[in-house]
């Protein structure tokens, strides 16, 4: 399984979530396949982060770069895939209180 992983303005979120799910769909729905969104626990930015089931899908997505699991940020928001697949890698990201 590869990891990939790029920083997106919310506003492309949606024409990659497309792409991602068509891809996942195609391939018949593989539990090690997700696409997540999460915060980049350098930079602050928004991330979105994918598992694929090999570097042959890479180049469908411009702009992701090949990251290790131990790279990846501890919470993480699904997007597309299987739930339970999400929470044995990631937590879902604590809410926050609005002051």
């Known amino acids: 399984m590869l990891w990939a992983k790029k920083a997106v303005d919310p506003a492309e979120w949606e024409p990659m ?9 195609k391939l018949g729905s593989p539990k090690q396949m997700m ?9 602050g930015e928004a ?10 899908y890479l180049g469908l997505f411009p702009g992701f770069e090949s990251v290790t699991e131990d790279t990846l940020p501890p919470e993480a ?10 929470l044995k890698r990631f937590r879902y990201p604590a809410r926050r209180v609005v002051p």
């Open 47 to 56: 991330i979105l982060l994918m598992s694929l089931p090999n570097t042959a």
């Open 77 to 86: 928001s699904l997007l597309v895939g299987h739930g339970d697949e999400l």
């Open 17 to 25: 979530q497309d792409r991602f799910e068509e891809l996942f769909v």
């Open 35 to 43: 696409l997540a969104a999460a915060c980049d626990r350098v930079s």
